[in-house]
């Protein structure tokens, strides 16, 4: 179980200001996955052999990254662009 000021500490430690309702709903949260992770530790994995992807397959499977003239066009898409200075579209930083 994560104690209250496990989490308080946390918080506090990453400028967070948290209630104590949104402490306890945080530990609830905590245990409720603590059990769940207990309960895929009780599964036997015995005889299943380590894999690093689902599927058989190889690393050959990738296509080649290969340029496409056909894409489109630098004029295409900055023709409403407002500020462009190529190849950047220029976007002022909006201060809320």
Same mark, same amino acid.
């Given at each position: 179980? @994560?104690? +209250?000021?496990?989490? +308080?500490? !946390?918080?506090?430690? !990453? *400028? ?8 306890? &709903? !945080? &530990?609830?949260?905590?245990?409720? !996955? ?6 895929? %530790?009780?599964? %036997?994995?015995? /005889? @299943?052999?380590?894999?690093?992807? $689902?599927?058989? #397959?190889?690393? %050959?499977?990738?296509?080649?990254? $290969?340029? %496409? ?5 630098? #004029?295409?898409? =900055? =023709? /409403?662009?407002? /500020?462009?200075?190529?190849? *950047?579209?220029? $976007?002022? +930083?909006? /201060? +809320?």
């Amino acid at each position: 179980m @994560v104690s +209250k000021e496990t989490i +308080k500490n !946390l918080a506090n430690s !990453l *400028y967070f200001d948290m209630s104590d309702i949104q402490i306890e &709903c !945080l &530990c609830a949260e905590f245990d409720s !996955l603590q059990q769940a992770l207990q309960e895929l %530790n009780s599964i %036997n994995v015995d /005889n @299943v052999a380590p894999t690093s992807y $689902v599927f058989n #397959t190889s690393s %050959n499977d990738l296509r080649e990254d $290969v340029a %496409n003239p056909n894409a489109v066009s630098t #004029t295409s898409y =900055t =023709t /409403n662009v407002p /500020n462009f200075d190529e190849p *950047y579209i220029i $976007v002022n +930083k909006e /201060n +809320k």
